[in-house]
Nanobody, 124 residues
């Protein structure tokens, strides 16, 4: 059983930065995808970024490319999301997720394990 716990959310002004962390416990093989999703009030959950552990391949939503960076520390079982140049539209609950097989990095339904979320609020 994989458990995920996010941290690092908060309130920041537009243009600022935050780094989210996700602590993973349990067995995670190299076939897993680890990802970040977000959900704003009244909106559907959307993919932000994912990483395929086996090759370190990364994937980003167009809306965050060039501003966000996903990375992992395998030794510590930590996943990060560095967020720079934050905009008010980035305000959402951010979730860490894990998928046993990396089929569709942007499909929330492909991810079977989820954290409880951490709130990010960007003020204008």
């Amino acid at each position: 059983q994989v458990q995920l716990v996010e941290s690092g959310g908060g309130t920041v002004q537009a243009g600022g930065s935050l780094r989210l962390s996700c602590a993973a416990s349990g067995y995670i093989s190299s076939n897993y995808c680890l990802g970040w999703f977000r959900q704003a009030p009244g909106k559907e959950r959307e993919a932000v970024a994912s990483i395929y552990i086996a090759f370190g391949s990364t994937y980003y939503a167009d809306s965050v490319k060039g501003r966000f960076t996903i990375s992992k520390d395998s030794a510590k079982n930590l996943l990060y999301l560095q967020m720079n140049g934050l905009k008010p539209d980035d305000t959402a609950m951010y979730y860490c997720a894990a998928a046993r097989v990396c089929r569709n990095w942007a499909d929330a339904g492909s991810f079977g394990y989820w954290g409880q979320g951490t709130q990010v609020t960007v003020s204008s």
